[in-house]
């Protein structure tokens, strides 16, 4: 367990940040929170290229938990317009971390036999897309009726009809908000490479 502490901590703590920076907009599409959140997937790789499968998917776990305890927290912040993390973004957040964590060890263990970037790269890309789309989709959108109307109350803004990130067809604004999102986890996962890259041969070095 205790090779596997920095990948724990690392991944607590990109939780946390995300769960935190996730309150502050950068532009009109976008939350500090999505900078940091495609971290994620960087940790679970390494662990899974250095550690195996089970290591990952105990790391995954630990951001799962931290997670849910943020959502927790966040739900007792009354702001305004009510908690600081409703209901629906907490389950929302939960489902699409846990699915797509998991979906990202899964698919890198197929394809860890191949050139070195495949794994990763891959698995990321397949992992953002199904969390992006959990996330949004959960969160958002109007179909989606579990909740009910208080919980619907919370989130109504994301509905307003505006041009697609500003100059496209008119949709709800969360859609918008869902293609700016998934831009951003596409481009660190091609800049993840690198770090992914020297850290796997600096451990090799040193345990090789």
Known sequence: ???????????????????????????????????TY??????????NRL??????????FVGFVVGIICSLIGS?????????????????????FLTAQLLDVSIFDRLRAGVWWKAPLVSTLVGSVVDTALFFTIAFSASVTLFGAGAD?????SWEAVPLLGQ?????????????????KLGVALVALVPFRLLVAKYSRVHG
């Not at 495609?38 to 662990?47: E, G, H, V």
């Not at 067809?169 to 869902?178: E, G, I, T, Y």
């Open 1 to 35: 367990m205790k090779k596997l502490l920095p990948g724990i901590l690392a991944m607590a703590t990109v939780v946390v940040a995300s769960n935190v920076l996730v309150q502050f907009l950068f532009g009109n599409w976008l939350t500090w929170g999505a900078f």
């Open 153 to 157: 109350a919370a989130i109504n803004w």
């Open 168 to 184: 496209g067809p008119v949709l709800p604004l969360w859609v918008s908000l869902a293609i700016a999102d998934w831009g951003v």
């Open 51 to 60: 550690y195996g499968v089970a290591a990952a998917r105990r790391v995954v």
């Open 76 to 96: 007792q912040i009354m702001l305004e317009y009510g908690p600081a993390v409703p209901l629906r973004i907490a389950v929302a957040s939960a489902i699409a």
């Open 38 to 47: 495609p971290i994620a997937f960087l940790i679970t790789d390494l662990m």
